[in-house]
T-cell receptor, first 113, second 115 residues
Framework: EAQVTQNPRYLITVTGKKLTVTCSQN?????MSWYRQDPGLGLRQIYY???????DKGDVPEGYKVSRKEKRNFPLILESPSPNQTSLYFC????????????FGPGTRLTVT | AQKVTQAQTEISVVEKEDVTLDCVYE???????LFWYKQPPSGELVFLIR??????QNEISGRYSWNFQKSTSSFNFTITASQVVDSAVYFC????????????FGTGTSLTVIP
């Protein structure tokens, strides 16, 4: 089954404790991205990657890091989480090129206390 | 400036009523793509439709229809004879050929269908 998986699905952590949210896709997509969803703000792009070792900032990259060492994986790293990073996070992938729809993972609900 | 505007934050309708969700976009590109996604209460994001800027034909898929009008920069979504299962948050999104690697989402419209 073609899918995007994220782990963990739920995470409660404390300020400053480094964490990683994993994302993996099995569709051989070149393009992967991370979004955060907040009430009243919709989905905002954090980072995206067009291929292995190629990453770029989206609209809200501050406080996040990513890496793309393998085509299928695109982890999101919060080196020092803060309460304002409490959010619902989605990973997505798609075929590289204009106009292709994105396939989203199930989401990770992160709470930083 | 917001590239995609969904002015309706929340809408409630009674089952079997028709409902239209508005989406207005802003772009200077001549080639762009518009999308609608559905987010049911379970939280996943489900792709509904894609439209490119050169195809202004309206589309119908069962009870769903989409009206794309370049003259008003709108890509509205109508659900006919709404059902409780249509209750969800609906997002409109824009992708520009010039910046084809970024998606711009609207803030979403929360639709509640009352039985």
């Amino acid at each position: 089954e073609a899918q995007v998986t994220q782990n963990p699905r739920y995470l409660i952590t404390v300020t400053g404790k480094k964490l990683t949210v994993t994302c993996s896709q099995n569709m051989n997509h070149e393009y992967m991205s991370w979004y955060r969803q907040d009430p009243g703000l919709g989905l905002r792009q954090i980072y995206y990657s067009m291929n292995v070792e190629v990453t770029d900032k989206g609209d809200v990259p501050e406080g996040y890091k990513v890496s793309r060492k393998e085509k299928r994986n695109f982890p999101l790293i919060l080196e020092s989480p803060s309460p304002n990073q409490t959010s619902l996070y989605f990973c997505a992938s798609r075929v590289l090129g204009n106009g292709y729809e994105q396939y989203f993972g199930p989401g990770t609900r992160l709470t930083v206390t | 400036a917001q590239k995609v505007t969904q002015a309706q934050t929340e809408i409630s309708v009674v089952e079997k009523e028709d409902v239209t969700l508005d989406c207005v976009y802003e772009t200077r590109d001549t080639t762009y793509y518009l999308f609608w996604y559905k987010q049911p209460p379970s939280g996943e994001l489900v792709f509904l439709i894609r439209r490119n800027s050169f195809d202004e034909q309206n589309e119908i898929s069962g009870r769903y229809s989409w009206n794309f009008q370049k003259s008003t920069s709108s890509f509205n979504f109508t659900i006919t004879a709404s059902q409780v299962v249509d209750s969800a948050v609906y997002f409109c999104a824009l992708s520009e050929a010039g910046t084809g690697n970024q998606f711009y989402f609207g803030t979403g419209t929360s639709l509640t269908v009352i039985p």
